[in-house]
């Protein structure tokens, strides 16, 4: 044979592959490239030094026949052989930017699905993310030989399986594999990812935003004597938590909001006999879960619930986007299946106006009667996701809707959206403005946030604060069926206004004090006689729950040390009294407070948690989850365990079964964060 028998493919099934490089996949096409390159100018070259070969001018070949007289494709075409090299290195650095981890965040969705395991002693599945088997450099070599050659489209689905199906994983070698490289934000957890960095990635980037806010610090009350803040009926915290853990991820520290875990629950607190005082505080005293040489104050309310069949009247405006964001099975969709179970709650006596905004803002439907629900519906169903959003002409046109068809009663404009305003006002503080401003004419805010993707549940929450209203995440049709048919009388019938919380703890009993959470309803001291200053209203049937945790003076638990130069302030008259509650609201319509006072004695101190009763100890048992799921720097030591048999405890009777999916909650968390990590 002539030197034409030399294959030039045998010499790359023998070639090592080069390390791993970041640019691995823009390396490989420019290798090729310049391959290429090398070639044509070395045949130009040959072709100007020698003369043409095969017929005469004038009898070039033009028939593929001659092709038949032992005359190899490969004999005269060397370009050739050089550009199927350079097919070939493409697919290699491109195998190897794929198999690698090199992959960008964000590449997610080309992983193969995650699989579920348990190791061998009998664990709790884990959830574990199969890869390939990486092949042998034989087997790899004709993997990339068998792309290059280009096999038609029905070879290529034939054979695709057996080159890239991943190989199983065993138990054991999912569990024993040596360390992995740092998991990308939006992967699924592995053991080895738990092993080597003790907490699941946080769900991948997709633009929900938060409020940033620093946790409660502890602060001694010699001091700072008092705390205030405003009560927080919204819940919109715990149901996004709960959709992230249940879909495999941590959620991000901020939006972790410990009073909105806290108060998505009901509790057994005593009713109020009247609306005149529309509420009253339960008190307790017990030891602290987390920590012997503390214990925690529960303040818990109940507003007062009028009786079923009461004369109410309602003003309604459905505030509706429908933007192109919306187009998804989880917003839109699921937006209007829970309008219509709120309109099987409504009566003649309410109205309902709707109001959409994409492109450009316009009314779906006038003020109609309630109980014409056949036009109410259809006015729903015939909307559909488009356009740009321009949030502020919608909230503008439906505040003038809702002037027009002003009731004595509930006059309220409920905004249903995942949060995109971005056209319009542009300016969130003009907007918020905008909405204080309406607040004082007497129609308030309500916000139901939907889906993922874009969430500004920021603005969502300042909305809602400023609009004297609620704000709720809606995940789910049962989540739908809770706010707008359980608790639907809180959220159209307001009870109290502008309700403050103010505590002075006595320094001869009580060292330190934390509030957990509330970090985004503080308020200054001179802020709880100031009856201009805004606060949270307060719905017919709402519980509200605040935690304390308080450090005895001698408990040995103090962590701040007392001035050197101090002077311990002294109480004349407080006796034992551990602390001092006060408690200011405005009853509907009117602009001057009323003041609740009650001191915390020894009459409310319980020795033992479980004789406190099964509320304090499930408000106990979230406000544990709460700081351990965000690292919190206080109240992380309880293990899972602990958490899931305390709240267990707590129980009750659970209408709703609201406690024992918590429970459920508490086990997945488990599995992403092992008790054995460390605070990130």
Request: aromatic share 6%; net charge negative; no cysteine.
């Amino acid at each position: 044979m002539s030197h034409h028998d030399h294959d030039p493919f045998d010499a790359l099934k023998s070639t090592t592959p080069p390390p791993v490089r970041p640019d691995a996949r823009a390396a490989a096409l420019a290798a090729a490239r310049a391959a290429y390159d090398d070639a044509q100018e070395e045949e130009q070259a040959k072709k100007s030094a020698a003369p043409s070969k095969g017929n005469s001018g004038g009898w070039r070949l033009t028939s593929i026949i001659a092709s038949l007289k032992g005359f190899s494709i490969m004999d005269a075409r060397i370009p050739l052989g050089t550009a199927a090299v350079a097919l070939l290195l493409f697919p290699l650095g491109l195998q190897f930017y794929n198999s690698t981890a090199l992959t960008p965040v964000g590449g997610a969705a080309h992983d193969p699905a995650p699989a579920v395991i348990s190791d061998t002693a009998g664990q709790a599945p884990v959830l574990v993310e199969t890869q390939p088997a990486p092949p042998e450099p034989a087997q790899e070599a004709e993997a990339m030989i068998a792309d290059a050659v280009m096999p038609s489209p029905q070879d290529k689905m034939a054979e695709a399986p057996m080159v890239r199906a991943p190989a199983p994983i065993s138990p054991s070698i999912a569990l024993q594999t040596a360390a992995a490289p740092s998991p990308a934000a939006g992967q699924m957890l592995t053991r080895n990812s738990v092993d080597n960095f003790g907490y699941a990635p946080a769900a991948e980037p997709s633009g929900d935003s938060f409020t940033s806010f620093d946790e409660q610090r502890l602060k001694a009350v010699a001091d700072e004597p008092v705390s205030t803040f405003s009560i927080d009926v919204d819940t919109a915290s715990y149901a996004y938590v709960r959709r992230q853990l249940e879909d495999g991820y941590l959620p991000e520290a901020d939006a972790i909001r410990i009073e909105e875990l806290l108060n998505y629950f009901p509790y057994d607190y005593a009713a109020p006999a009247s609306a005149d005082v529309p509420f009253q505080p339960t008190l307790k005293v017990f030891p602290t879960p987390w920590n012997d040489k503390t214990q925690l104050l529960e303040i818990g309310i109940k507003g007062f619930e009028p009786p079923v069949g009461a004369d109410t009247k309602s003003n309604l405006v459905f505030l509706i986007d429908t933007s192109g964001s919306m187009d998804a099975p989880d917003k839109l969709p699921l937006l209007k299946r829970a309008f219509a179970l709120l309109l099987d709650k409504l009566s003649a006596n309410d109205t309902v106006s709707i109001v959409a905004y994409a492109g450009s803002a316009g009314i779906v439907l006038e003020p109609t009667s309630a109980d014409n629900k056949a036009k109410i519906l259809s006015a729903l169903d015939g909307l559909s996701a488009g356009g740009s959003t321009a949030g502020a002409e919608g909230i503008e046109l439906a505040y003038r809707l809702a002037e027009e068809a002003r009731v004595e009663g509930t006059n309220r404009v409920i905004l249903a959206t995942d949060g995109d305003f971005n056209v319009g006002i542009d300016d969130p503080e003009a907007l918020e403005d905008f909405i204080a401003e309406k607040r004082q004419t007497g129609t308030s805010l309500s916000i139901l946030g939907f889906g993922r993707g874009n969430l500004d549940d920021a603005t969502m929450q300042a909305l809602a604060q400023n609009g004297n209203g609620n704000a709720s995440y809606i995940s789910s049709f049962a989540e739908a069926k809770k706010v707008l048919v359980e608790e639907i009388g809180g959220t159209l019938h307001t009870i109290a206004q502008d309700v403050k919380i103010q505590v002075e703890f006595n320094p001869a009993v009580i060292a330190e004090y934390r509030l957990i959470g509330y970090e985004t309803r503080a308020l200054n001291r001179e802020d709880f006689n100031n009856d201009a200053v805004d606060a949270g209203d307060i719905g017919a049937g709402h519980t509200v729950t605040a935690l304390y945790e308080i450090t005895p003076v001698g408990s040995g638990g103090e962590q701040i040390d007392p001035l050197r130069y101090g002077e311990n302030a002294t109480t004349s008259g407080a006796g034992e009294e551990l602390a001092f509650l006060k408690m200011r609201y405005k009853l509907p319509g009117e602009t001057v407070s009323q003041l609740i006072e009650e001191p915390v004695t020894a009459d409310v101190v319980y020795d033992d948690i479980t004789t406190a009763g099964p509320d304090a100890q499930f408000a106990a048992a979230i406000a544990a989850f709460g700081q351990k799921l965000k690292s919190s720097v206080y109240g992380s030591a309880m293990t899972w365990a602990e958490i899931e048999a305390l709240a267990r405890a707590g129980r009750g009777d659970d209408e709703g079964g609201y406690r024992a999916e918590f429970l459920r909650l508490v086990s997945t968390a488990a599995l992403l964060k092992p008790d054995t990590t460390t605070a990130r």
